[in-house]
């Protein structure tokens, strides 16, 4: 274990889902002095997207929400970074199973948990899947937003009690 905490979040191209997660996170962080303690960043499961920029709706949501996501670049996970990545935050079940398929042992399968396992109310209404927004409109965008915020809230929480350990 290193001096900081790695968390890294998923979805199919990195180019919706999983760079709102890393941008709002990461603004979290600051916020709550823990920037320094956490690194943040996000990947895909696919080459769909390599190399392109955030969707511009998830850069025009995160941008009415006061978040930067201008500078996101797609990228696509890769399998080693388990030996460096604490949480591994997936958008849904498919994301899951593809990742724990790629994890090579135990310890790296326990690593990776959908995003909204950290939503309390997520979790009370059995809702813990990001549905896409790319298929969709600017109301899916907003909807995605809405429900990658309160999970990142609850990792920000979960993030703070761990490392008060």
């Known amino acids: 274990m290193t001096d900081t905490l ?14 709102m997660g890393e941008v709002i996170l990461r603004d979290l962080l600051a916020d709550g002095g823990l920037e320094d303690l956490v690194t943040v960043d996000s990947a895909a499961t696919s080459t769909y997207e390599l190399g392109n920029p955030a969707d511009p709706r998830t850069v025009a949501e ?35 199973r593809a990742l724990r398929r790629w994890a090579r042992t135990d310890a790296e399968r326990e690593q990776v948990h959908l995003m ?6 997520a979790v009370a ?41």
């Open 6 to 19: 790695h968390v890294t979040f998923v979805c199919t191209g990195n180019i919706c889902r999983s760079p």
């Open 62 to 96: 995160l941008r009415r929400r006061g978040h930067d996501g201008t500078g996101h670049v797609a990228r696509e996970f890769r399998p080693e970074w388990f030996a460096h990545t604490d949480l591994v935050l997936a958008a849904d079940r498919g994301h899951v």
């Open 116 to 121: 909204r396992e950290f939503d309390p109310a």
């Open 125 to 165: 209404a059995g809702t813990l899947e990001v549905d896409d927004p790319w298929y969709g409109d600017d109301t899916d965008f907003v909807r995605c937003f809405d429900e990658v915020e309160a999970a990142c809230r609850g990792v920000f929480e979960h993030l703070r009690a761990r490392l008060d350990r």
